[in-house]
Structures are given as C-alpha cells and as structure tokens.
C-alpha cells in the first residue's frame, strides 16, 4: 500500500460519490506489444459495474480482447495548496479512484439499452426520453467493466 492510502484512504461512500460525479474516466488496456495503452472516456457506473460507450471497433477494444484485464482511472483536482516556506512541499488537493479489473464485451441486448439510458441520463438527461434506433444500437459497443479492486485516497 501506498504512504498516503494509510491516513488519506476513500470510504467506499466517497469513492461512489466521486465516481457518480465523474465526468471522465481513464481506461488503461494492454496493446499487442504489451504497452499501456490509456484513453479517456465517458462512463456510468450500473450494478456495481464499470460501464464504457463508444464505437464497436477501436485500439482499446482490440486491447481487450486480446487481454481483458484492465485499469480505470477517475480524478478530481482540487486546489493547489503552496508551501511558502519549501515549494517541494506544495501540494494539490484531489479524490482519486482507481480500479482493477476484468473487461468484456456487452452482447445482450437488454443490457445494452438500460447501459445508454444511464449513460443519456448522466451526460445529457434532458434527451432520456429517447429511444435508440436499432441501427445504432448495433454500431455502438458497450465494455463492461467487472471490478476486482477498488482503491480511492484524497489529499485536502
């Protein structure tokens, strides 16, 4: 465990708290060469579970698929908190969540569309009450994120 997880650790109430009010995620999968590969994205959180939208082709989908363990990053930056007397102590506050994982694919359809409701409903709720064309709903893929690990710390 990292120094500061011992005095500066998330409840698990915080960590929900920063991972509901996220905007953006980061998630990190492992290229073909095995590189880090790590692509910021919008996300929901749905039964306990990481939830990612986008197309159904792409680096990180091929990543994987090859390879579905995975990393997901939130933060939120707070201030900057100088140190007048030593600039090495300045500091930032922040909440940081960080989560280990497997990744799949979302084939079931049901499960795909309650996935884009939540996510309509967190990004632009003012459009739920549409529905999805089936045309789009065969274009759009949906990674579903299952957490092995969940870490969060905070510095204020």
């Known amino acids: 465990m990292q120094g500061r997880m011992k005095h500066h650790q998330l409840s698990k109430i915080e960590i929900d708290d920063v991972l509901k009010k996220a905007e953006v995620g980061r998630i990190g999968t492992h290229n073909e060469n095995g590189y880090p590969y790590v692509v910021p994205v919008h996300f929901i959180v ?5 939830y990612i939208h986008g197309l159904i082709k792409g680096q990180k989908i091929s990543n994987l698929t090859k390879n579905d363990k995975v990393g997901f990053e939130v933060d939120e930056m707070g201030a900057i908190i100088p140190d007048n007397e030593n600039v090495c102590d300045t500091n ?18 049901s499960l795909k569309e309650n996935v884009l409701h939540a996510v309509v409903s967190k990004y632009t709720p003012q459009l739920s009450h549409l529905g999805f064309p089936e045309k789009m709903l065969k274009a759009t ?8 690990e969940i870490t969060g710390k905070y510095y204020k």
């Open 92 to 109: 930032t506050a922040f909440r940081s969540v960080i989560i280990l994982g497997t990744a799949k694919m979302v084939e079931d359809k």
């Open 141 to 148: 893929g949906i990674i579903e994120i299952n957490p092995i």
């Open 46 to 50: 749905y039964d306990e579970k990481i």
